[in-house]
């Protein structure tokens, strides 16, 4: 059972532990799309233990981040 230690789950990986976990540009995708409170749609939408090929991963997770951003300016964050 994951108790947050390294290696436990791949975003616990990227976010607290900043360990290199798909690739740079992959990882900093993840970590902003928790920051703007993604992150149970990141795991319902994702097995990340097996993502997909890299590139259709990239581009899924950037459609994430970019309308999660659009949310939030909506909402008055300051993002």
Known sequence: ???GN??????TDIVVWKTLRFSPS????????VK????????????????????DFKRALQG???R??????ESGWEV
């Open 26 to 33: 992959v990882d900093a995708l993840i970590a902003e799309i």
């Open 36 to 55: 703007l409170g993604g992150e149970k749609e990141l795991e319902r939408t994702f097995n990340l233990f097996q993502p997909p090929p890299l590139d």
């Open 64 to 66: 994430m981040r970019d």
């Open 6 to 11: 390294k290696g436990d789950h791949p975003i």
């Open 68 to 73: 999660l951003w659009a949310e939030a300016k």
């Open 1 to 3: 059972m994951p108790n």
